[in-house]
């Protein structure tokens, strides 16, 4: 047998291992949780500073759009210029990996060129050169603009991928402590372990002639077979009576949506299109338009360059509507789609979220831009909304304030 003293000098290194690994998976688990904040708040700067140059790019567009107020528009571009570099210069001191740096860097140069350029632009409109000052906004601060994204999104990739390593790397710490800390507990079990007694077998009885066995007379009893050497048997599984395997049925059958419209109300919202003389008038036509269509908002989207922009909209919050930015001609959604391709578009709803319709608003020669409207109850599937839909845009079409000229690369109508 194993003297008492080592046994307990083994249970204290057992005990000391297993103090030593929980402490240091801690420290390592704490090591990750914090890696894991640092990468969500740079996608959260970024996202933020991608937002704040969006808005920038819509408000620099709103310098030159007819019927809107220029002051509101020069005072949140100043704004969001001074917030934009001072968030840049906030993102470059926590950002760790040298690439993330020195993206940063250009990020930074990029948003002078920008706050230059808007410099230009609004040295040109004092001087009357709407035209000058359209080319630098749809041109070299839109340039700038997308190439500040750019740099944001590269930016965010490559602070997420040194993050990766870093975190692979613990892994790789804690997996070995863990393997190493294993070994030695089983080492150290193996020790604890008491030595089996072995017990020798007794002599066999001698016999007579008759093959009876006999018993000497200074025979003893021998020891019984010991048992207490180490036996681990499993306890027998508990017996379970039956098992469920009841899946609910998804996808009821989704209620019919009635195909009926108010014909008479939409020609009403019509014949209000043709008198609207003002942009608080057409809004409340559109909200007429959207009691009609059964939608909880509708948004009028209209073309410039190459991009869609919020032109006007009922339903929404104004700041959630002057937080949408620009919409790109290929962008992969209705909206877009709709617009590039003059055709009606349609995005389904479900339980939690309502549908949508996209319907083109043709000028002379060309789509100018679009109608959203979000419809409730499955109404994105019912061909007589899509067609009334259809017919308030065709009226918008004409009756919209005028807004800069859409690419010649438009659609035509066909």
Excluded at 71 to 99: C, F
Excluded at 142 to 149: P, Q
Excluded at 219 to 243: D, G, H, K, T, Y
Excluded at 352 to 362: D, E, Q, R, S
Aim: aromatic share 4%.
């Amino acid at each position: 047998m194993r003297s008492r003293a080592v046994r307990w000098t083994v249970f204290a290194l057992l005990v000391g291992i297993g103090i030593g690994t929980a402490a240091f998976i801690w420290i390592n688990e704490q090591r990750r949780a914090a890696l894991n904040v640092h990468e969500r708040g740079v996608g959260a700067r970024v996202e933020g500073l991608i937002a704040t140059a969006r808005d920038i790019a819509a408000y620099q567009a709103a310098y030159v759009a007819l019927a809107q107020p220029l002051p509101p528009s020069l005072d949140r571009v100043a704004a969001n210029l001074q917030t934009l570099a001072g968030n840049v210069s906030a993102l470059a001191s926590i950002v760790r990996s040298t690439e993330a740096m020195a993206t940063a860097t250009l990020i930074a140069d990029n948003v002078r060129s920008l706050a230059d350029a808007d410099r230009t632009i609004r040295e040109n409109l004092r001087a009357g050169e709407t035209l000058m000052a359209s080319d630098l906004i749809f041109g070299e601060a839109r340039h700038t603009i997308d190439s500040i994204v750019v740099s944001l999104r590269e930016l965010e990739d490559v602070e997420s991928s040194w993050t990766s390593t870093d975190l692979q790397f613990l892994d790789r710490q804690a997996w070995t402590t863990l393997v190493g800390a294993a070994a030695l507990w089983l080492l150290g079990l193996i020790v604890l372990l008491p030595i089996p007694v072995v017990v020798k077998a007794a002599s066999a009885p001698a016999v007579d002639s008759a093959g009876t066995p006999t018993e000497t007379a200074n025979a003893s009893p021998q020891p019984e077979a010991n048992e207490a050497s180490l036996r681990i048997v499993p306890e027998p599984a508990a017996a379970w009576s039956s098992r469920v395997a009841a899946e609910t049925a998804a996808g009821a059958s989704a209620a019919s949506v009635s195909s009926s419209m108010d014909l008479a109300a939409a020609a009403d919202v019509c014949t209000a299109i043709s008198r609207v003389t003002s942009v608080a008038a057409l809004t409340e036509v559109l909200g007429h338009a959207a009691a009609v269509l059964d939608a909880s908002g509708v948004i009028v989207w209209m073309g410039a360059g190459e991009e869609l922009f919020p032109a006007t909209a009922f339903g929404y919050d104004p700041r959630v509507v002057n937080r949408l930015g620009p919409i790109a001609r290929f962008s992969d959604n209705a909206t877009a789609n709709a617009w590039r391709m003059g055709q009606v578009r349609t995005v389904a709803g479900d339980s939690t979220t309502n549908g949508a319709i996209v319907a083109p608003m043709f000028g002379p020669d060309a789509c100018i831009g679009v109608l959203a409207a979000e419809v409730r109850h499955g109404r994105e599937a019912d061909p007589a909304t899509q067609a009334v839909t259809t017919m308030i845009a065709a009226q918008l079409a004409s009756a919209v304030i005028a807004w800069p000229a859409p690419s010649s690369a438009e659609t035509k109508a066909g």
